[in-house]
């Protein structure tokens, strides 16, 4: 799962560079905003794959096949209809949206709130292959999703379609890749295996904690590409996208360590096991890559600028070290945050709200030029692992205690 995840990353980061060079420093920057945005705004959807895979892997261990494929099928006929009512709300909003963004067109935003609609239930089929542990599947459904994002946007911008293009591409690929993955999981409707029912009860407070945490996840890890379109002019905001998508290198590609370890520690929960071990075997791995790429980000920047975007982004490259600093300390926070959601652990909230809000704030008072909102990332990033590692910590030694 590590090394396909890796391959899906690598795609990702092909399309992206591509785009990039493609659309120009100015292009790009309506390109990474909208993403970003959307990004934001799909806080749901992003739940919707978190809730699956721990309920998919419970009812894995209970040997309820046929109730996994119950539950797919709901989850589908639910967040269909939340998909197209979040599509409505965003296209409602696209003249604000284009007037926060200063964007001149509609219909990029047009094709992005389609790109949010499609996302909520394309999480669902991901969900269920990760949490029947069915990595195979799933990794032939991530990558062939990113090879056909790279070759359909690249396709579409150079017949002139720009921003439109790209966008739209991430819609389509996202669809195609959804249906696929339905004959992967069809085969459970089909099992004699169980009939263990999940409380309800139990399912919406997860939701709900899931919900919370992903939307303050997504929030503190792209609203500074947000509103550096916002208060900066375009060429600027372009340069400081560039630099955005070389430093979350680290935020991505370690991303699959989360994807593995969460339905094993819901598992492990299940059956009252300790999972921390697991936990801090992840992170261990986690900073050891991040570091070697961080090395990398600081000795070589002009040259992995040169080499990814052109000599157009070359201002990019004083930002990228330390845009990688906080980006390792949010790759950090993104294994802590699957782990403590494993454990259904209510302290996340609290962490979450404070350290959003604080980014928020700062980012609205303070951003007198791009070195100030990357220095204010890395205050957040590690201000939010301190909180949350010390919360662990804290309840390690009083259950430790308590025995």
């Given at each position: 799962m590590f090394s396909s995840t890796m391959v899906v990353n690598v795609i990702?980061?092909?399309?992206?560079?591509?785009?990039?060079?493609?659309?120009?420093?100015?292009?790009?920057?309506?390109?990474?905003?909208?993403?970003?945005?959307?990004?934001?705004?799909?806080?749901?959807?992003?739940?919707?794959?978190?809730?699956?895979?721990?309920?998919?892997?419970?009812?894995?261990?209970?040997?309820?096949?046929?109730?996994?494929?119950?539950?797919?099928?709901?989850?589908?006929?639910?967040?269909?209809?939340?998909?197209?009512?979040?599509?409505?709300?965003?296209?409602?909003?696209?003249?604000?949206?284009?007037?926060?963004?200063?964007?001149?067109?509609?219909?990029?935003?047009?094709?992005?709130?389609?790109?949010?609609?499609?996302?909520?239930?394309?999480?669902?089929?991901?969900?269920?292959?990760?949490?029947?542990?069915?990595?195979?599947?799933?990794?032939?459904?991530?990558?062939?999703?990113?090879?056909?994002?790279?070759?359909?946007?690249?396709?579409?911008?150079?017949?002139?379609?720009?921003?439109?293009?790209?966008?739209?591409?991430?819609?389509?690929?996202?669809?195609?890749?959804?249906?696929?993955?339905?004959?992967?999981?069809?085969?459970?409707?089909?099992?004699?295996?169980?009939?263990?029912?999940?409380?309800?009860?139990?399912?919406?407070?997860?939701?709900?904690?899931?919900?919370?945490?992903?939307?303050?996840?997504?929030?503190?890890?792209?609203?500074?590409?947000?509103?550096?379109?916002?208060?900066?002019?375009?060429?600027?905001?372009?340069?400081?996208?560039?630099?955005?998508?070389?430093?979350?290198?680290?935020?991505?590609?370690?991303?699959?360590?989360?994807?593995?370890?969460?339905?094993?520690?819901?598992?492990?929960?299940?059956?009252?096991?300790?999972?921390?071990?697991?936990?801090?075997?992840?992170?261990?791995?986690?900073?050891?890559?991040?570091?070697?790429?961080?090395v990398i980000y600081f000795v070589a920047p002009n040259l992995l600028v040169?080499?990814?975007?052109?000599?157009?982004?070359?201002?990019?490259?004083?930002?990228?070290?330390?845009?990688?600093?906080?980006?390792?300390?949010?790759?950090?926070?993104?294994?802590?945050?699957?782990?403590?959601?494993?454990?259904?652990?209510?302290?996340?909230?609290?962490?979450?709200?404070?350290?959003?809000?604080?980014?928020?704030?700062?980012?609205?008072?303070?951003?007198?030029?791009?070195?100030?909102?990357?220095?204010?990332?890395?205050?957040?990033?590690?201000?939010?692992?301190?909180?949350?590692?010390?919360?662990?910590?804290?309840?390690?030694?009083?259950?430790?205690?308590?025995?």
């Amino acid at each position: 799962m590590f090394s396909s995840t890796m391959v899906v990353n690598v795609i990702n980061y092909i399309y992206n560079l591509l785009v990039g060079r493609l659309l120009g420093p100015s292009d790009y920057g309506v390109f990474v905003s909208l993403l970003s945005l959307t990004m934001i705004f799909s806080g749901i959807s992003g739940t919707v794959q978190v809730v699956v895979t721990r309920y998919a892997a419970i009812l894995k261990y209970e040997n309820s096949q046929r109730t996994i494929f119950r539950y797919f099928i709901k989850a589908i006929q639910i967040f269909s209809t939340v998909g197209v009512f979040v599509f409505v709300l965003f296209f409602a909003l696209t003249p604000y949206i284009k007037k926060f963004l200063n964007i001149d067109v509609s219909a990029p935003v047009y094709i992005a709130g389609i790109l949010l609609g499609v996302s909520f239930i394309a999480p669902i089929a991901r969900g269920t292959l990760q949490g029947i542990q069915d990595y195979r599947a799933l990794s032939v459904n991530m990558i062939l999703d990113s090879f056909l994002r790279l070759v359909i946007g690249v396709s579409f911008i150079l017949l002139g379609f720009k921003v439109s293009g790209a966008i739209s591409s991430q819609a389509i690929s996202t669809a195609i890749t959804f249906l696929i993955s339905i004959f992967f999981i069809i085969k459970l409707r089909s099992s004699d295996e169980g009939t263990y029912r999940i409380p309800r009860g139990s399912i919406y407070k997860y939701t709900f904690l899931t919900l919370y945490t992903m939307s303050c996840f997504l929030l503190l890890t792209n609203l500074d590409v947000v509103l550096v379109k916002h208060f900066f002019e375009p060429h600027t905001a372009g340069i400081y996208a560039s630099a955005a998508t070389i430093g979350k290198i680290i935020l991505y590609f370690p991303g699959a360590m989360a994807i593995v370890i969460f339905p094993k520690t819901s598992e492990l929960q299940t059956l009252s096991k300790k999972s921390t071990k697991i936990f801090v075997k992840a992170l261990i791995i986690v900073f050891v890559l991040c570091l070697f790429i961080n090395v990398i980000y600081f000795v070589a920047p002009n040259l992995l600028v040169r080499i990814m975007f052109g000599e157009i982004f070359m201002n990019s490259a004083s930002y990228i070290g330390y845009y990688g600093i906080a980006m390792t300390f949010y790759s950090l926070l993104n294994i802590t945050v699957f782990f403590l959601l494993s454990l259904n652990f209510y302290s996340l909230i609290p962490v979450l709200t404070i350290t959003s809000l604080l980014e928020l704030i700062l980012l609205n008072y303070y951003h007198k030029n791009l070195l100030e909102v990357v220095y204010i990332l890395i205050l957040v990033s590690l201000s939010s692992l301190v909180a949350l590692i010390l919360i662990i910590v804290f309840n390690l030694l009083k259950n430790a205690k308590n025995k």
